[in-house]
């Protein structure tokens, strides 16, 4: 196959305005407001769906018996088949537990916990978080005042995203950077890790029993939210909670499949914008290997490497180490061939290893 070294290296120009349009739908999220909160809430049921999740959640659940909530609060973890002692560490913390074994036909593992915990809640809200997340004292108190006072019927945050190492830094960069440069400003997206919601809200919808064979359960569920005309936007969160996506390069690769299959049914043709700025990060690469071929002249490869760093440039400012743009290529090319092969599972229906289970 004849490739046209030039045109590849051009390519590479797209990652510059869409990296801008990254970081400027990123910054028109509201940021959560941070204040004394000294009246009561309403009372708050905190659920964690939590599969073989031992480890996270004994960092998980100190910070959540630490809240400072001015009300009732609650903490379900739904032990949903696990195979380890992740009930045990639960109740160790004074959690309730709920233990889930074995799935309905039509319902997929994570939409299924989530629902059963709401079913079993006894809060006037509802907090869904993730097991591998962490919370401030005083978050949950400012979630569910900023959602009142406002008169939302809930919001979602997107949280402080920690890392194990260089490449899964690399990695998540350029995942995220893609997803908001393909996102509109009014997408109603949710991020699962965090979703704060009215009870009542949830029981009206159906709540994850309305999207519980989603792959990508939380864009569905926001979507759905913005359908019936409920207002749960996002915001920006990260002095709210942490969140440590991945333990290893192992998890981390089924985690960016499973993301990237799941979704290009939920976010439709502005996947593509996505997939096109993730492969102007890839086009280094390929430039690289036309230039030691003697393809291509080295003009060609410092624009095509300098175009997809400087793409990626304010958003590992945003993160606090702006000289990541330059390796940006390297995680673009995780992020590519992590996709593909969800993509290529999927559409051979054999689908993603995610938590001990096939999805």
């Not at 074994?101 to 989530?114: Q, V």
């Not at 990695?171 to 908001?180: H, I, N």
């Not at 704060?196 to 999207?211: A, I, K, P």
Request: hydrophobic share 45%; aromatic share 8%.
């Amino acid at each position: 196959m004849l490739i046209n070294w030039r045109q590849n290296a051009v390519i590479g120009l797209f990652a510059i305005p869409l990296g801008l349009r990254a970081r400027q739908i990123y910054d028109s999220l509201p940021r959560l407001a941070w204040s004394v909160v000294d009246a009561p809430l309403p009372a708050l049921s905190i659920i964690v769906p939590a599969r073989n999740e031992s480890a996270n959640l004994r960092r998980l659940l100190p910070t959540l018996t630490a809240l400072e909530y001015p009300g009732e609060v609650e903490i379900i973890v739904v032990d949903d088949g696990s195979t380890d002692d992740t009930g045990d560490i639960a109740r160790a913390f004074g959690a309730r537990v709920i233990r889930v074994d074995g799935l309905p036909f039509g319902w997929l593992g994570k939409p299924y916990a989530c629902h059963k915990g709401a079913m079993a809640a006894n809060g006037e809200w509802l907090l869904f978080t993730d097991a591998d997340t962490a919370h401030a004292p005083d978050g949950p108190a400012q979630a569910v005042r900023t959602a009142l006072q406002r008169g939302w019927d809930g919001l979602s945050l997107f949280l402080d995203q920690q890392s194990f190492g260089l490449i899964d830094r690399l990695t998540l960069d350029v995942a995220y950077a893609g997803l908001f440069a393909g996102l509109r400003r009014d997408a109603g997206m949710l991020n699962g890790q965090y979703i704060l919601m009215r009870r009542g809200v949830y029981e009206r919808t159906g709540g994850f029993g309305s999207v519980k064979d989603e792959m990508i359960e939380d864009v569905a569920l926001g979507g759905l939210l913005r359908r019936e005309g409920y207002q749960a936007p996002m915001m920006r969160g990260e002095n709210a909670a942490k969140v440590y996506m991945y333990a290893d390069t192992g998890q981390m690769w089924h985690g960016m499949a499973r993301l990237a299959s799941g979704s290009v049914g939920q976010i439709g043709l502005r996947s593509l914008i996505t997939m096109l700025f993730v492969t102007a990060q890839v086009t280094p690469l390929m430039t690289a290997v036309g230039f030691l071929r003697g393809k291509t002249r080295l003009h060609w490869l410092l624009l095509s490497w300098g175009a997809a760093s400087l793409g990626m440039l304010p958003w590992t400012q945003r993160t606090g180490q702006p000289w990541l743009a330059l390796l940006g290529p390297v995680g673009g090319a995780i992020v590519f061939a992590a996709s593909l092969w969800g993509i290529a599972r999927k559409t051979v229906g054999r689908g993603i290893h995610w938590r001990g289970r096939q999805v």
